[in-house]
């Protein structure tokens, strides 16, 4: 299932402190020659920086990446220990036997591509009046050629499920690697035609119908480029819900069989369905109508090929790899075998391994202590609402309503889900298990139409390193997997803990109250409960916040995209904020012991700071530009804490500084 950008994550690029936390700061991770108002980061993170250089397996890695790999080696030791002979439909079966599977590359290799055969056949030989059977076959969790559908809570009714219809069907992920013209955007275009011809190459055709196949795809997918939403203009949700009946579908976009389409999906009592993007379906109504059946084959069997290629040979693994990693990331080569393996069972079995997670490895006792964590956040966000000179104490009391309804989930599910439906076989291809698995997700998906939102259900697995905020139900979840040291550390001082954990749980509080989350009422529902000219107020602080980020050079002459990540720098700015009012409410934020020589508040600030050290390739620093709400790491330090007048005081930052920003140039939102 894909969301409209509603689960608004804290951590996609949140890197964090190697090692355990002690007291004090680890002065290794500095670069002391470096004054803290010229650099903040490269003052804090440059040690780090230095003695972690990247290895070629990452386009990025920081701390965070770290944890996330001790988290992986537990993960690892964990399936490894099921063995291979557990009980036939088991949760252990399963998952070992998934992970075995992915193992076994001398299997995939002598079957080659026999695997898809097959499904390839089937395509090959579709008529025109097959398309819409063949789409909705491939959307049960295959791949989401032209579009894609899916079922989630409406955004003006939380309670209530409804079907969703999303633009899709660019496989580079982005409207502007199809239309720019700079020379990286020209690189990865030609990488992703010469991967298409790779691909039908290896499944059994020959150059020149690769080639021409490569040509129609790309043609296929800049036509829904040239028609998809921007950045900017995906972060709107109001301009997404465009309520549609069957009758408005079939006399809207009659080149999709949408009868067929949604009979052969499986799903029953479809009624009220929400076009995202109109525009982008129209076009795909003018493709359907307009293509040879050849070509519509071709793109079709394309995603098919894309969707396996990485659960196929070695061949078709190193071209998915060549492209999406070394061409789009900078990657120089790929992980070792087990992680790769490990992360099928991990996504597809998700809380299956959460629950054998959470068992061995995740402590009760953190779950105590992040619930009083979080209640004193609350407490410091509300002060912080009920202390706001921008808005009217009528928008303040619905927000303060909204905060104090705020759901919280920490660790892992009260209900564990049901995997008895789905079978992994041994015997079977790798990517025949996959699909399985991927299909059994989908029709899970599916099925809840018609059936009350479940807001219980978890967003992220148990053994995650992330966070979310989702609008739709009011809730903020921090799962086991970040819940350890050093995210986490009850052994650590105060101001590590609120520098780290404390500003993760104050960023995704603040996501209710961001350009996108403020949208939605304290139940979840999209409603305006804001006077005009508070609206008016936190637009102009907003934009001018938008601003300090856009006017950075991230890579050659490219800027940031302040209004892409609006939302999350929001939520830094808010949760930093937040955090620290919570610090100072704490002995030791009250006190003025240094240690190391660092005062708390110094301290509080390098905490932070560190949470995003990493190195990163120029070519992913490129690529998140254009595809990831979160700014890079550099300027969620430098250009957020520039805006806090502690920060100043706690390192002497003054004006002529690099890092000194004029008191009339700095925002305040939350």
């Known amino acids: 299932m894909k969301k409209i950008m509603l689960i608004l994550t804290a951590l996609s690029s949140m890197t964090m402190m190697a090692g355990s936390l002690s007291k004090g700061v680890d002065r290794a991770n500095l670069d002391l020659s470096v004054s803290p108002g010229e650099n903040f980061y490269q003052y804090a993170c440059g040690g780090w920086m230095k003695a972690n250089p990247l290895d070629p397996q990452y386009a990025r890695f920081g701390t965070f990446d770290q944890l996330a790999e001790n988290n992986r ?111 990286n955007t020209l690189k990865v275009r030609k990488a992703y035609m010469d991967y298409i011809a790779t691909l039908f190459r290896l499944t059994g055709n020959g150059k020149g119908k690769a080639a021409k196949a490569a040509k129609s795809i790309l043609k296929i997918e800049t036509a829904l480029a040239q028609v998809a939403m921007t950045r900017e203009e995906s972060r709107d949700y109001s301009t997404q819900y465009n309520i549609y009946s069957i009758d408005d579908l079939i006399k809207e976009f009659p080149a999709i069989d949408w009868n067929s389409y949604i009979q052969s999906l499986g799903v029953e009592g479809v009624q009220k369905i929400c076009v995202c993007h109109p525009k982008s379906i129209a076009k795909v109504n003018e493709l359907l109508s307009s293509l040879k059946l050849e070509e519509i084959k071709d793109y079709m069997s394309f995603k098919l090929m894309d969707a396996a290629s990485s659960f196929l040979s070695d061949e078709f693994e190193q071209a998915h790899f060549d492209m999406y990693s070394r061409a789009m990331s900078g990657k120089q080569v790929m992980q070792p075998r087990w992680k790769r393996a490990l992360s099928v069972p991990d996504n597809l079995l998700g809380e299956a391994v959460g629950e054998l997670y959470v068992n061995k490895y995740f402590p009760e006792e953190s779950k105590k202590k992040m619930l009083k964590l979080v209640e004193n956040l609350k407490l410091a966000l509300g002060e912080h609402i009920a202390g706001l000179t921008w808005m009217s104490p009528a928008t303040k009391v619905n927000a303060l309503v909204k905060l104090n309804s705020f759901t919280v989930k920490i660790g892992y599910p009260d209900k564990w889900r049901d995997y008895s439906g789905i079978d992994i076989d041994r015997k079977l291809p790798y990517w025949a298990n996959v699909k399985a698995a991927r299909q059994f997700e989908a029709d899970y998906q599916y099925s809840q139409l018609n059936k009350p939102v479940d807001k219980d259900r978890w967003q992220m697995t148990p053994q995650t390193v992330n966070a979310y905020y989702d609008p739709s139900t009011n809730e903020i979840c921090f799962p086991a997997g970040i819940l350890q040291a050093p995210y986490f550390d009850p052994k650590a001082d105060d101001a590590s803990n609120y520098g780290a954990i404390g500003v993760v749980i104050g960023h995704e509080m603040t996501h209710g109250f961001d350009d996108q989350g403020r949208n939605f009422d304290q139940n979840g529902n999209m409603i305006d409960w804001w006077t005009k000219e508070d609206a008016d107020k936190f637009k102009v602080l907003a934009d001018k916040l938008a601003d300090q980020y856009s006017e950075v050079i991230v890579a050659d002459d490219v800027h940031a995209n302040g209004k892409f990540t609006l939302g999350e720098n929001i939520a830094d700015h808010g949760g930093l904020r937040v955090a620290y009012s919570a610090f100072k409410k704490t002995a030791e934020g009250n006190s003025e012991e240094k240690i190391d020589g660092f005062t708390p508040d110094q301290r509080f600030f390098l905490s932070y700071a560190n949470v995003w050290a990493a190195n990163i390739t120029k070519e992913e620093i490129l690529r998140r530009t254009k595809v990831d709400p979160h700014a890079l790491g550099i300027n969620r330090v430098n250009v957020a804490i520039r805006n806090l007048e502690q920060f100043f005081k706690a390192f002497d930052v003054k004006a002529g500084d690099k890092m000194f920003r004029e008191e009339a140039d700095r925002v305040i939102i939350w």
């Open 73 to 183: 080696a537990q993960l690892k030791e964990l399936i490894q220990n099921l063995g291979e002979n557990n009980p036939r439909g088991s949760l252990a079966q399963k998952v070992s036997d998934l992970y075995l599977l992915g193992m076994d590359s001398a299997r995939r290799n002598s079957e080659g591509y026999e695997p898809l055969k097959a499904d390839l056949a089937t395509i090959q030989s579709l008529k025109k009046e097959d398309i819409a059977k063949t789409i909705a076959w491939m959307h049960r969790g295959v791949a989401s050629p032209f579009f894609d559908t899916f079922v989630m809570a409406d955004l003006k009714n939380s309670n209530d499920n409804i079907f969703y219809i999303n633009p899709s069907g660019i496989g580079l992920g982005d409207r502007d690697y199809y239309l720019e013209s700079d020379a």
